[in-house]
Structure formats: C-alpha cells, structure tokens
T-cell receptor, first 115, second 110 residues
Framework: GAVVSQHPSWVICKSGTSVKIECRSLDFQATTMFWYRQFPKQSLMLMATSNEGSKATYEQGVEKDKFLINHASLTLSTLTVTSAHPEDSSFYIC???????????FGNGTRLTVT | AQRVTQPEKLLSVFKGAPVELKCNYSYSGSPELFWYVQYSRQRLQLLLRHISRESIKGFTADLNKGETSFHLKKPFAQEEDSAMYYCALSGGQGAQKLVFGQGTRLTINP
C-alpha cells in the first residue's frame, strides 16, 4: 500500500532557530502534498497545499514567510519553520495523494517543541 | 464556507452495542465526505468515503444531503474500534483538499 514517511517524528529546538520537516511518498509519486497543523485535542488545520515544481498555496492566516514549503520532487515535500517561537510548538502532519480521486495517505506526524 | 461539525468529542459504548458517530457539514456545492480513523500511536487512515458506498470493518455511513449529515454507524461495536474518528469534507476536488471535523474519541468498554 501507499506509504508516506515523515521525518523527524519529534524535534526540540530553541527559539529563533529554524526546523525542517520532511514528507516523503515512498512508493508512489505525489504531485500534491498537504501540510496540516494540529493543536492538542483539536482537529487538523490545513496550512498549505504543496505542488510539485510550483509555489505552495497557503491557507488564510498562515504566514508563508514563516512556514516555507518546498516540493522539489514528486516524492518529497519539506516544511521549514523559520525563526521558531514557542507558539509554533505543535503537531505537524503531511499527507500525499497520487492525484485525482485517489485517497490521501498521511504521515505519522512531527511533534515540534520550541523552547 | 466549508465546515464539518462533530458534536461529540467523546463517545463511550459497551462492546456489542450499536455505535453512531455524528457528523454534520456545511457546504454550498456538492461535497465529498470521508471518515478517517486514528488508532492509538498510528497515523491517520481512511476508513471510508461516501462515493464508494462500501462497508469497512463493519462501519457504514450514508450521506444525507437534506440533513447535511454523514453519520458513521456500526451495529455491534468491538473493542478494537476504540480510536479517534474524524469526519472530513472535500469540495469536489477528489480526495485532495480536506476540511476536518474536531474528531470524536470512541471508547469501547468490555
């Protein structure tokens, strides 16, 4: 079956530093990947749509300069949280699809803690 | 605007009892509805989608456009059904861009 790998599973960083999270589709090509953020006991909130070879589309209220998304290949999208602050601490999840009406496959998520 | 509402954050039933997880949506167009499940320490995975009209692990869900609902049902709950369940909506773009409900944590008591 389709597998999406997300790395790292958890990361702790200091305020002001940047953190990169990777999302890979291991056995299929994903023209589109999605990045979500999940606060404790809350639902997944879509942050942005990552399109291979083009700029990401950000949801309203999401700072594109803060959350840099790169989708350089059909199997890899990265989310970089720049100049992280404690309020950026959250659970970040990616998903990927072959496209069309294919189902989404989710990564295991990355727990980011900014101290 | 697209919105998904799951009114119950927690739901607890006994093994063998019927289960119904409620989901209501708001969307002006023709939506696609999904149920995703997250078992303990596992990733989110698709349980079922309304266009497939299939039953997965004994669960079914019927899209009721009149009531704008997509409730998830199972006639006899099993302990392994304990998990977090999310209802999600896509605005007709396939299974792509999803709006999720708040989720319902289902606990099946022995």
């Amino acid at each position: 079956g389709a597998v999406v790998s997300q790395h790292p599973s958890w990361v702790i960083c200091k305020s002001g530093t940047s953190v990169k999270i990777e999302c890979r589709s291991l056995d299929f090509q994903a023209t589109t990947m999605f990045w979500y953020r999940q606060f404790p006991k809350q639902s997944l909130m879509l942050m942005a749509t990552s399109n291979e070879g083009s700029k990401a589309t950000y949801e309203q209220g999401v700072e594109k300069d803060k959350f840099l998304i790169n989708h350089a290949s059909l199997t890899l999208s990265t989310l970089t949280v720049t100049s992280a602050h404690p309020e950026d601490s959250s659970f970040y999840i990616c998903s990927a699809s072959r496209g069309g009406y294919s189902p989404l496959h989710f990564g295991n998520g990355t727990r980011l803690t900014v101290t | 605007a697209q919105r998904v509402t799951q009114p119950e954050k927690l739901l607890s039933v006994f093994k063998g009892a019927p289960v119904e997880l409620k989901c209501n949506y708001s969307y002006s167009g023709s939506p696609e509805l999904f149920w995703y499940v997250q078992y303990s320490r596992q990733r989110l995975q698709l349980l079922l989608r309304h266009i497939s009209r299939e039953s997965i692990k004994g669960f079914t869900a019927d899209l009721n456009k009149g009531e704008t609902s997509f409730h998830l049902k199972k006639p006899f709950a099993q302990e392994e059904d304990s998990a977090m369940y999310y209802c999600a909506l896509s605005g007709g773009q396939g299974a792509q861009k999803l709006v999720f409900g708040q989720g319902t944590r289902l606990t099946i008591n022995p």
